[in-house]
């Protein structure tokens, strides 16, 4: 999945990805808008930058989100 | 008790539930309750001051001896348990008026403020910034990000993504708006900064003046400490400075914000890399205590192509900008291929097209759309004359004589979405053709350079080769020293890197006060809760949101002049008038629902307070339906819907703006105020069946009352009343 920017996702997982700190658990579930995806080549290693309803601003690895329709 | 959630909520209503389920039936013990309760409703609504927390311990105290056995020496014992759990909550609420949980919804950020890395309390500023109070807002700002100018010019503005008006049209230009705020403050000399702390002895080292450290030395510098910057390059910003061209983000505004700083006593060493021009060794000889490490993410990626490393036309972006800012402005090439998609690539291509080349082209693998750069770059890149190249990729650099002489592409397309759902480019095979060029400039992304960090031996870096830290402190594995920046997130936002140096001053101040580091990310505070702007619905409505003036084409493809020529006073003010103010009401809709469910009116069409399906907002739709009952109002849990009688009109307003207003009417008899003729209809209308006599007369209820209660004494109340 090629994130962009202004697209409301989920965190739907817990990712096995060593950026993935103990307080996230806490964040899966919410929605939030793509603030900042990988922003030089579409790297799906890169950690983009989730803005979550009422939860503050973070990175995440890829894998634990998912595109809302 | 409730386990999860805010600790003073839980308290609060745990109390009131007890209190009111009589487990408090001694007169005493029920009085000593009801004042625990009133310190823990004070700090769950704002109103504590710093002696709330000791004296709720206190009261709590007595409250336990004089309820020793018992329901209420349970439900005391509780309430003891859980201020000792959580002392830091009920102080953290006392002193900042904010709930990290947003249970005390009275205290709950604004999105834009929880969206915002470094937690900027938006609503209070732009509150200011409508009012001309510059200097003022500057204030508010700068008690969370030292650099408001800057991020007024170059933020990534998550802020506006989260901004609830854009459910209704178009997100309130908050960027624009701090930018407004920091150059008339500067302008008008009241750009000042707050004083600092006594000079507490201890010394800091930042390794890197880029936005990280600079924020964690301004912050530092507040508190007391001595801090001193080592800066490889001549000149403070790092990638600010020499990352953004100067039409984006003018030298002037960096010097003048970093000059703030540098008054606050901050020691600033350029020309000093570390590693080669001063050691660890030589640093601790000088007494330092604790270092932060901000060096940034200055390496660049390679192509890994043939005659990468053959020509001198060939040169990363990120060092191509750092010579331009340093005042090299010699034209790149005649025609120049800019490889990459992303925001670097955009500010290269711009700046070869300024210096002189007479035909730039980005070339990127994927598509328009999938282009990481922001929108808005794109669009002006383009508007100045930028060519693109979708769907290509770079094969091969060939050159003559020394020089480059073409770049060799192929055509792409995008392969079906995998599992994941990504699509990459593909190669078409027999595809490939030359593109005459002089210059190529990689622009694929960045890497840390790690050299001259090798005496920090125990600290560890991620497989991104990024410096590992806890992201809730930024301190390192290595005691005494943290990260923030790009160093530590990799190519980021200016935003991010002021959040964390902001994190980081935080905890090296514990780690001086020996305090435990938190456990959970910062919540941004709120710093205050501001009168609202009065704004007729029509106005609030139709308001669109400002449209930046730019510099002409001719001059953009010229020079390096700013781009955004910045908004005036009228501008600036109106667009403030577009806030929603989500700092005091929490789109929680019950006001919707009252009128709708219970009322029967469906006066409130506010369908921006749905996140995740919004529908209509149309304020100017309440003035036809409203009838001013006043139940939206009455039902609000944080005084954002009001209701209130002015000079012979009831109004009723959604966080200032005005959503109806009714003219009163008066009993005939008494004179006492009845409400307007709507809301007196609509009750006449409500009990024609029970009091048929009073029909359209203007009277109050017990005016009304006494002229027909003889008559209605025989008839029963209708059983849907």
């Known amino acids: 999945m090629v994130f962009r920017n202004g697209q409301k996702v989920e965190i739907v997982r817990r990712s096995a990805d060593e950026s993935w700190e103990p307080y996230m658990d806490a964040f899966i579930g919410l929605h939030g808008i793509i603030t900042d995806p990988d922003a030089a080549k579409n790297d799906p290693d890169a950690l983009v930058e989730v803005s979550l309803d009422e939860k503050g601003t973070h990175r995440f690895p890829q894998d634990c989100l998912r595109v809302l329709p | ?721």
């Not at chain 2, 005493?28 to 004070?42: G, H, N, Q, S, Y």
């Not at chain 2, 901004?163 to 920091?182: F, P």
């Not at chain 2, 000079?199 to 800091?204: E, F, I, L, S």
């Not at chain 2, 469906?602 to 003035?623: C, Q, R, S, V, W």
Request: hydrophobic share 40%.
């Open chain 2, 1 to 721: 008790m409730a386990n999860n959630g805010c600790p003073v909520h839980n308290t609060l209503s745990f109390l009131r539930d007890a209190i009111e389920g009589g487990a408090f039936k001694i007169p005493k013990t029920r009085r000593i309750a009801l004042e625990v309760m009133e310190l823990v409703e004070d700090l769950a609504r704002g109103r504590g001051g710093p002696e709330h927390v000791p004296a709720l311990e206190s009261c709590v105290d007595e409250l336990v001896a004089n309820a020793s056995d018992g329901e209420a020496g349970q439900a005391a014992q509780k309430v003891q348990i859980s201020l000792l759990q959580f002392r830091e909550v009920f102080e953290s609420h006392a002193e900042t008026h904010t709930c990290a949980g947003g249970d005390c919804v009275r205290l709950t950020p604004a999105p834009c403020q929880l969206a915002c890395p470094a937690g900027i309390d938006i609503p209070s500023y732009l509150t200011l910034v409508g009012q001309g109070r510059y200097a003022e807002a500057v204030k508010v700002i700068r008690e969370d990000n030292p650099f408001p100018w800057v991020c007024g010019l170059v933020c990534t503005h998550p802020c506006e993504f989260m901004c609830v008006r854009a459910r209704m049209d178009s997100s309130v230009a908050i960027m624009d708006l701090k930018g407004v705020a920091a150059e008339k403050a500067m302008s008008a000399r009241q750009y000042r900064n707050p004083e600092p702390a006594p000079d507490n002895g201890h010394k800091v080292c930042v390794i890197g003046a880029g936005p990280g450290g600079l924020t964690a030395a301004y912050y530092l510098a507040l508190k007391g400490y001595r801090v001193t910057i080592i800066e490889a390059l001549p000149v403070s910003g790092g990638m600010m400075m020499v990352g953004i061209p100067r039409y984006r983000l003018p030298r002037e505004v960096i010097d003048r914000e970093v000059s703030m700083i540098e008054a606050l006593g901050v020691e600033f060493r350029y020309n000093t890399c570390l590693g080669k021009d001063i050691t660890l060794e030589d640093l601790r000889g000088e007494g330092f205590e604790a270092y932060l490490l901000a060096i940034g993410a200055h390496g660049s990626y390679k192509l890994m192509i043939p005659g990468e490393e053959d020509y001198l036309q060939v040169f990363p972006a990120v060092d191509f900008l750092r010579r331009v800012s340093l005042g090299d402005h010699r034209p790149p090439g005649r025609r120049v291929a800019v490889i990459g998609g992303g925001n670097v690539a955009i500010d290269a291509a711009r700046t070869c097209l300024r210096l002189g080349s007479e035909e730039v082209t980005i070339l990127y693998r994927r598509t328009h759309d999938q282009m990481p750069a922001h929108h808005e770059e794109v669009v002006e890149a383009e508007e100045e004359g930028i060519h693109f190249s979708f769907l290509t990729i770079p094969k091969k650099i060939v050159g003559e004589n020394g020089s480059v002489k073409a770049i060799v592409c192929v055509r792409a397309a995008l392969s079906p979405p995998d599992e994941a759902g990504r699509q990459r480019p593909v190669p078409l095979e027999g595809s490939e053709y030359e593109m005459a060029v002089d210059t190529v400039i990689p622009a694929i992304g960045q890497e840390i350079d790690g050299r001259g960090l090798e005496g920090f031996q125990s600290m560890q870096w991620t497989r991104r080769n990024t410096i590992h830290v806890n992201t809730i402190s930024m301190e390192t594995d290595q005691e005494g020293v943290f990260a923030v920046g790009d160093a530590v997130t990799g190519p980021a936002t200016v935003v991010e890197a002021i959040a964390g140096g902001k994190k980081a001053a935080i905890a090296i101040h514990r780690y001086f006060e020996k305090l435990p580091q938190p456990q959970f990310p910062p919540a941004p505070t709120r710093r205050r809760r501001m009168n609202f702007f009065q704004v007729p619905a029509g106005l609030k409505n139709d308001l669109k949101r400002v449209q930046m003036p730019f510099l002409n084409n001719d001059r953009r493809r010229i020079t390096f002049q700013q781009v955004r020529l910045g908004l005036d006073d009228t501008q600036a003010a109106n667009e403030a008038r577009r806030c929603l103010r989500c700092d005091v009401c929490i789109r929680c809709g019950r006001c919707v629902e009252i009128c709708r469910d219970k009322m029967g009116i469906g006066a409130l069409e506010l369908g921006y307070m749905n996140f995740d399906h919004p529908g209509l907002t149309d304020f100017k739709i309440t003035a036809e339906r409203c009838i001013a009952c006043g139940a939206c109002a009455a039902n609000c849990p944080t005084g954002a819907m009001q209701m209130t009688d002015q000079e012979g009109f009831r109004v009723l307003s959604l966080c200032g703006t005005e959503l109806n207003r009714l003219e009163l009417e008066y009993c005939r008899t008494c004179g006492a105020v009845i409400g307007p003729a709507r809301y007196h209809d609509y009750v006449t209308q409500r009990i024609r069946e029970i009091s048929p006599q009073l029909d359209d007369a203007r009277m109050c209820l017990d005016c009304a009352r006494k002229s027909t209660g003889r008559v209605q004494a025989e008839i029963e109340p209708p059983e849907n009343i």
